[in-house]
């Protein structure tokens, strides 16, 4: 079992940066691709980015390429998602994912809230 933490949500005001954070202590890391997903109430929870094991490869949903990045340090055992530009749009809670094979597992999500 994979436990994910993810950190860094909050109120931020439109306009400003906001970096999440997914950390976990299995030692098996390295071996996950890593995604973000969010959710808003009463929609289907829809993919925001993944990046491989490696973190050579990135795949980002249409809605966030070039305002969103993902990076991961396998030394540490954490993914991190830093979003620019934010708007009311990325106001969601959102979920860090860890998969290999058949196996998957989420994180509890962070609220991002995006005051105009």
């Known amino acids: 079992q994979v436990q994910l933490v993810e950190s860094g949500g909050g109120l931020v005001q439109a306009g400003r940066s906001l970096r999440l954070s997914c950390a976990t202590s299995t030692r098996t890391f390295s071996y996950y691709s890593m995604g973000w997903f969010r959710q808003t109430p009463g929609k289907e929870r829809e993919f925001v980015v993944r990046i491989g094991h490696s973190g050579c490869s990135t795949y980002y949903a249409d809605s966030v390429k070039g305002l969103s990045t993902i990076t991961r340090d396998n030394a540490k055992n954490t993914v991190f998602l830093t979003m620019s530009s934010l708007t009311a749009e990325n106001t969601a809670v959102y979920y860090c994912?860890?998969?290999?094979?058949?196996?998957?597992?989420w994180g509890q999500g962070t609220q991002v809230t995006v005051s105009s």
């Open positions: 994912n860890a998969g290999v094979g058949a196996y998957d597992y």
